[in-house]
């Protein structure tokens, strides 16, 4: 199965909160790879809530998604877009 990784830095505000990290969850279940999303130590799975919220990442925060399955690339892209686009907060 294809590993695809790949970093990105939150440059919204307020950083990953409640509604931002739903949004995540949500572009991440649109797809079947397995993704996992990393902050420092910190690991969670990509289609969990409160998993996501527990990274608490802020303003700055490096975050690195790593999927795994066959459209796990377009799946890093989508995630790396959102965050890109501030979660379409500002």
Same mark, same amino acid.
Not at 55 to 72: K, N, P, R, S
């Given at each position: 199965?294809?590993?695809?990784?790949? *970093? !990105?830095?939150?440059?919204?505000?307020?950083?990953?909160? %409640?509604?931002? *990290? %739903? /949004?995540?969850?949500?572009? *991440? *279940?649109?797809?079947? %790879?397995?993704?996992?999303?990393?902050?420092?130590? +910190?690991?969670?799975?990509?289609?969990? /809530?409160?998993? !996501?919220? +527990?990274?608490?990442?802020?303003?700055?925060?490096?975050?690195?998604?790593? %999927?795994?399955?066959?459209?796990? &690339?377009?799946?890093?892209? &989508? /995630?790396?877009? /959102?965050?890109?686009? +501030?979660?379409?907060?500002?």
């Amino acid at each position: 199965m294809p590993v695809v990784e790949h *970093a !990105v830095v939150i440059t919204n505000t307020i950083g990953l909160h %409640a509604r931002p *990290a %739903a /949004l995540l969850v949500q572009e *991440a *279940a649109r797809f079947q %790879a397995r993704i996992q999303v990393r902050s420092g130590e +910190k690991t969670a799975n990509a289609r969990s /809530l409160v998993g !996501v919220l +527990k990274l608490g990442a802020g303003l700055g925060t490096t975050l690195v998604f790593q %999927a795994e399955g066959d459209d796990a &690339a377009e799946a890093v892209q &989508a /995630l790396i877009a /959102l965050v890109e686009r +501030k979660f379409d907060e500002e």
